[in-house]
């Protein structure tokens, strides 16, 4: 594989054009025509000789992402996409319309090797981490679809963003690099199911985005059946981890929690999370899951969802239900992709 020129930096790219010997001028140029006017090919930049344009096309391609399927939401025009890859791999990301603007959640890996119980990411396997530019290519290429700003990200497709720590903050640097897209790093939601050493190290870093936990239980015997990962880094231990990064980035930590009916959304899971979040700077957000078909989980009932709120509330936690969407078009990260793998399978 070539040099992949969308992870790359404009001071990497100008390098690598002297290398080339290709005049400094023409990175700046080829550089913004990536990040900033989102071109797919160097048949768009215009403003570059035919020569330059096939020299760079053969020596330094561009492995965008490419739409394999698109799903539109019929109840709120949620807009699922499963890309293709220059490798044949394939990922899925999902834009959804808010009052403030277009949210895309974008992958950060092919498949994940987590596996949490109720993912559809790793039913599907885990194939590789995703370079900066496939990550960005994601929003670039959904953005060029649809026609709109996408003004948030959340780092919460397939996979696991801290198990890809340096490509993950590679992608954060470019996206919000006055250069190109310029999105505002407080726009930028990144999730992870409690890699604790990675967690400090994302402190040590001292960013100003918002960090969101996918926590779905209150203790370790719950959240370890389900959950792999706290069997390395306890419900305590990644607590404790959470409060150190709130208090000392005074950033509101969100802890996603899927609600799953008689697993863990009782009274007295409810009363146990109060407890243990308590005092700290944090949001709960209670997810009503779509089904996935090879999953044994079901989503809780809507009123034990809010009686699940209502505890919280009483308790002095900042709880709320994110709204459902694309509940008809097969939303949740790694569907799409388990069904095409299971195509491709078949021979189909």
Known sequence: MSLDILSMTLEELTAEFEEMKIPKFRAKQVYEWLHKHLAANYDEMTNLPKALRTELNEKLPIYGCKIAKKQVSQLDKTVKYLFSLHDGDYVESVVMKYKYGYTICVSSQVGCKMGCAFCASTLGGFKRCLLPGEILSQLYCAQRDIGERISHIVLMGMGEPLDNFDNVMRFISLITDEKGLNISMRNISLSTCGVVPKIKE??????????????????????????????????????????????????????????????NDSDECAYELASKLKGMLCHVNLIPVNEVAESPFKPSSPQQVERFVEILSKKGINATVRRKLGSDIDASCGQLRLKENKVRNKGG
């Open 202 to 263: 994302l402190l040590d870093r001292r960013l100003q985005l918002t960090l969101s936990i996918s926590l779905h239980a209150p203790n370790d015997e719950l959240r370890s059946r389900i959950m792999p990962i706290n069997r390395s880094y306890h419900v305590d231990e990644l607590l404790s981890v959470c409060r150190k990064y709130a208090a000392e980035t005074s950033r509101r930590i969100s802890f996603e929690y899927a609600m799953l009916s008689g697993v």
